[in-house]
């Protein structure tokens, strides 16, 4: 397993990452400025929402980062005991999800 930020990265977030083209960088960003919320069963989903977006598109632009902002919009990362189960992109609202 490979560590990203706080989190470790599991065999199977590895494998959908390559697979959905989201970088490491990606999650990070992710993981350090999305909202969290619970998903009822155990792990915690998180999100970039509008604010956030704002937010990280002046850091990045002040930074030089090449991240595409705007294409971690639908962009989430699902955690459980500091373990990141999966990442992906989000083509549905998120629903019945309580803030953390």
Same mark, same amino acid.
């Not at 490979?2 to 494998?15: F, G, M, P, R, V």
């Given at each position: 397993?490979?560590?990203?930020?706080? =989190?470790?990265?599991?065999?199977?977030?590895?494998?959908?990452?390559?697979?959905?083209g989201?970088?490491? /960088?990606?999650?990070?960003?992710?993981?350090?400025?999305?909202?969290?919320?619970?998903d009822?069963?155990?792990?915690?989903?998180? &999100?970039?929402?509008?604010?956030?977006?704002?937010?990280?598109?002046?850091? =990045?632009?002040?930074?030089?980062?090449?991240? /595409? &902002?705007?294409?971690?919009?639908?962009? +989430?990362?699902?955690?459980?005991?500091?373990?990141?189960?999966?990442?992906?992109?989000? +083509?549905?609202?998120?629903?019945?999800?309580?803030? &953390?």
């Open positions: 397993m490979e560590t990203i930020t706080s =989190c470790t990265l599991s065999q199977h977030a590895k494998i959908r990452s390559k697979q959905r989201i970088s490491k /960088s990606s999650i990070n960003k992710i993981l350090a400025y999305g909202k969290e919320y619970f009822m069963h155990g792990a915690h989903i998180h &999100v970039l929402r509008k604010k956030e977006i704002k937010t990280l598109h002046g850091e =990045c632009v002040f930074y030089g980062d090449k991240i /595409s &902002v705007d294409r971690l919009r639908n962009t +989430y990362v699902v955690t459980a005991e500091n373990t990141i189960i999966t990442v992906g992109h989000r +083509y549905r609202p998120l629903n019945n999800l309580t803030g &953390v």
